[in-house]
């Protein structure tokens, strides 16, 4: 048996009624480069039926601990039934991209059955009225759970189930398949008064290294961590969620962001993403008459950490939480993007050391599943005493690493890649950023209630790039009509 870490089991014990940590990988494929121009269901079945031994995802359900005394443990479900994970559906006619966006959030929202492994693919058809798709384009999302897949191991999932080749070679028929037997509730019961009895020895060594490497920074990381983020306006979306999901995506290219980058010197892709982003929150709120004027919208930045040191005991590059001021309170596109290229260069590498730290990772795989709940219940009503506090962000920018080539579904190539991400209450506003066949696509997923128009808000995130796009084209223009100016001979 596997037991779920206890980094992993927390994204299980957050769970709401109104809020899971699902994630959803939204895949698009042309049928054009298949054999004969069409992928059937059951060819689609098939396919993933000869891969399910390539991950213990597939395959492994949940069992809990009597009195959660100790973290879950992966074990096989002995009722596994692939036709219950891969589901096919349409959309319903004109087939337009609204209503794919639509049925998408829906699924997305959706909490996955805990019964059962914590994952479901939906074949989507009917996507006629796709105006930049070609013709017969079907579509794959893939949703899962942070507790069972972390967010930079998504499209290591995604690799699994397909192929770098339009033909490649024939996968032979399903290896056999036996589930072993779950163990009884006595023997869980067993281990969890073990290890609960033992967790105050097993806690102690990292956390006092901890303390002892830790205690140097900890004015710096309060200063970043909560000093700063005192002063943050609140907005729409710092506020409780609701269980219904909106997503929206908007498409660029590498070349048009590379371009971004002339506009200051320094910037990266990066940079200019987070700048795209403020000027659609900008934008958006603006419209709404909400937009803060006096302090810059806040973004958490997700991301792997620079320092291989900052690994975590499980050999994973740790994740880097930044704060990021967006520079919503300036109208000048061009001194937004100076002013979050500035923070770039300036962040303290104490955040990384504390946050990334392999005792504060191992002190948290080792916490006992009854700790953790409770510390959870007590900070939910800490928090309903206190009332409104500032919210920590005022939205989320990640990262979502695609696959680094082209990449085919029983000979379909992949034309689309992108992710919806889990929101939750104070934190009603995430941005999903994924690379892939030369194109940059942001994905903003929020709730329907917090968002009403996804719609709008996607024209605010495409008229936020096409200025800065204008702007960048502009520049090369300036630049040689300054040099020609120079090269006149002056009047006598």
């Given amino acids: 048996m596997r037991q779920l870490s206890g980094y992993d089991a927390g994204f299980l014990y957050s769970d709401t009624a109104h809020s899971n940590a699902n994630v959803s990988l939204l895949h698009i494929f042309d049928q054009a480069t298949a054999a004969g121009g069409v992928v059937r269901f059951k060819t689609v079945l098939a396919h993933i039926e000869r891969r399910l031994d390539a991950s213990p995802l597939f395959r492994q359900r949940l069992q809990r601990v009597p009195l959660a005394l100790d973290h879950p443990y992966w074990v096989d479900d002995e009722n596994f039934d692939l036709e219950y994970h891969v589901r096919h559906i349409a959309l319903p006619k004109p087939g337009d991209w609204r209503q794919f966006c639509i049925q998408a959030s829906r699924i997305h929202a959706r909490p996955l059955d805990g019964e059962r492994p914590l994952w479901e693919a939906y074949v989507i058809e009917g996507l006629d009225s796709f105006l930049d798709l070609a013709q017969g384009s079907f579509a794959v999302l893939l949703k899962t759970h942070l507790a069972a897949v972390e967010l930079q191991q998504l499209s ?7 192929d770098t080749s339009a033909n490649p070679a024939a996968d032979g028929p399903p290896a056999p398949w036996f589930a072993e037997s779950a163990p009884g509730q006595l023997s869980l019961l067993g281990r969890g008064l073990v290890h609960s009895a033992a967790a105050p020895l097993r806690l102690a060594l990292p956390l006092a290294r901890v303390a002892a490497n830790v205690a140097p920074a900890a004015a710096a990381l309060a200063s970043e961590m909560l000093l700063r983020p005192q002063n943050l306006p609140v907005t729409r979306f710092n506020s409780v969620v609701s269980p219904h999901r909106v997503f929206e995506t ?31 929150m900008r934008r958006y709120l603006d419209s709404q008459g909400e937009l803060p004027d006096d302090h810059s919208l806040t973004a958490i930045r997700l991301m792997p950490s620079p320092l291989p040191s900052l690994a975590t005991p499980a050999g994973r590059a740790a994740l880097v939480w930044r704060h990021v001021k967006l520079g919503t309170e300036l109208a000048d596109p061009v001194k937004r993007l100076a002013a979050i290229r500035a923070q770039a260069d300036g962040v303290p590498d104490v955040v990384e050391r504390v946050i990334g730290s392999r005792d504060l990772a191992e002190a948290g795989e080792k916490a006992p599943a009854a700790l953790l709940s409770w510390a959870r219940r007590l900070a939910g009503r800490l928090g309903a005493r206190l009332g409104p506090r500032t919210p920590p962000a005022n939205c989320v920018i990640t990262d979502v690493p695609a696959p680094a080539q082209p990449l085919f579904l029983c000979g379909a190539r992949m034309t689309y890649f992108s992710a919806i991400l889990p929101i939750n209450d104070g934190l009603g506003l995430a941005f999903a950023v994924t690379r892939y066949d030369g194109r940059v696509v942001i994905s903003p997923t929020s709730c329907r209630e917090l ?19 204008a702007l960048a084209q502009a520049r090369p223009a300036k630049s040689v009509a300054r040099r020609r100016r120079k090269a006149l001979p002056r009047a006598a």
């Fill in 250 to 280: 908007r498409r660029f290219t590498d070349a048009e962001f590379e371009a971004l980058r002339g506009l200051v010197d320094g910037v990266t892709v990066d940079d200019a993403v987070m700048a795209v982003c403020g000027g659609a």
């Fill in 156 to 162: 290591a999932i995604s690799a699994l189930l397909l």
């Fill in 451 to 469: 968002m009403p128009d996804p719609e709008a808000f996607a024209l605010c995130l495409r008229d936020s790039f096409q200025e800065y796009l």
